[in-house]
């Protein structure tokens, strides 16, 4: 059974549909399943990954109310800072960003192109920005509203009730990609960062494609974490918007058990994991969310977790510019 309902407006920002793309030698080398690749990493070049499908629906929302700057958060390197500090150039926007950590050095990754934005950005240590982070949005909003600005504030990794649309619509999209490819494909996976991805393909998929289970790989945050956060967030989505769609919960799993460290911590396997799929698909893949989700996926098939399935969906989120803050680590020696 599959629902339909009216996914709200959105401005027309990513590059989609993505291909959906079989990678065929990584599945021979390691037999199971074959593993599909959605590419979300083309979803541009810089307005790219999976933030550009939330940003669509968030700054729509944003738009209507006329507002004429943004306000958001996330670490030094985050993909979404990013993706908001371009979009908002490309809109006319004023951006700007709060975020976690000092840098040191000469700016790099995503770092660098918010500067080259022209975002303007505040830089806070990890205790300032986790003890005070509501207040320090809400301060430059006021500093905003006070210089006759209407600011908009955007959660971390737009990840809320509307942001998560875009994983919605992107379910949608990938409907099609399995009817076109005659897959129903066991599981789709993802990374799980702050949890809007998740809540959206989960709810999605129950909408379009009930029989594939949703699989998130925490990057950060345990599993009960992620599983309320995706709870709260559809919860709101659905009175929000006025759904009437119950998921299963039983479709939805998250594995925490590939963290490792911490946020934004790789080991080494991670890097490994990185430098096959570069090698033998031509995919590249980050350290923070991708490449550690997707290690996590190859371990899980090596162990013989999904001995039993035809096709799993590893949805590509993107954040290739994170890659090169970790040079040290991938150069060849
Ligand atoms: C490249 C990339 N993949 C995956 C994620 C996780 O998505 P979400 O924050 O919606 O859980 C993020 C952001 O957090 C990201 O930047």
């Given at each position: 059974m599959s629902h339909s309902f009216e996914i709200p407006p959105r401005l027309?920002?990513?590059?989609?549909?993505?291909p959906l793309q079989p990678l065929n030698r990584l599945s021979d080398r390691f037999g199971g399943p074959r593993i599909w690749l959605k590419?979300?990493?083309?979803?541009?070049?810089?307005?790219?990954?999976?933030k550009i499908r939330k940003l669509e629906f968030i700054l729509a929302r944003a738009l209507e109310q006329g507002c004429d700057t943004l306000i958001t958060c996330g670490g030094l390197q985050s993909n979404h800072c990013r993706a908001t500090a371009l979009i908002g150039a490309q809109l006319g926007l004023k951006v700007c960003l709060v975020l976690r950590g000092r840098p040191d050095g000469f700016p790099d990754g995503n770092y660098l192109l918010d500067q080259l934005a022209g975002a303007e950005i505040r830089t806070y240590s990890a205790h300032t920005y986790q003890a005070e982070l509501p207040k320090l949005l809400d301060a430059w909003a006021d500093e905003c509203r006070e210089q006759g600005l209407k600011p908009w504030v955007i959660p971390t990794g737009a990840s809320d009730s509307h942001g998560a649309w875009g994983y919605v619509q992107a379910s949608r999209e990938l409907q099609a990609d399995y009817r076109q490819c005659h897959i129903t494909p066991e599981y789709v996976v993802s990374a799980c960062g702050s949890g809007g991805t998740l809540a959206g393909l989960f709810l999605g998929h129950q909408a379009y494609c009930p029989k594939t289970q949703v699989l998130g790989m925490a990057v950060c945050d345990d599993a009960e974490y992620f599983r309320q956060k995706v709870d709260a967030d559809i919860d709101t989505l659905c009175r929000l918007y006025s759904i009437k769609l119950t998921p299963n919960p039983d479709q939805l799993e998250v594995n925490?058990?590939?963290?490792?460290?911490?946020?934004?911590q790789a080991g080494p396997e991670v890097f490994d994991t990185i430098r096959l799929m570069a090698a033998t698909e031509g995919v590249v893949l980050d350290p923070v969310y991708t490449g550690k989700a997707f290690h996590g996926l190859l371990t899980e098939l090596k162990n013989g977790?999904?001995?039993?399935?035809?096709d799993i969906v590893f949805v590509?989120?993107?954040?290739?510019?994170?890659?090169?803050?970790?040079r040290e680590f991938l150069a060849s020696p």
């Open positions: 027309s920002l990513a590059q989609t549909p993505t590419r979300d990493d083309l979803t541009g070049s810089v307005l790219s990954g999976n925490d058990a590939y963290i490792g460290e911490g946020y934004a977790r999904f001995q039993d399935c035809n590509h989120t993107g954040g290739v510019f994170g890659l090169f803050p970790y």
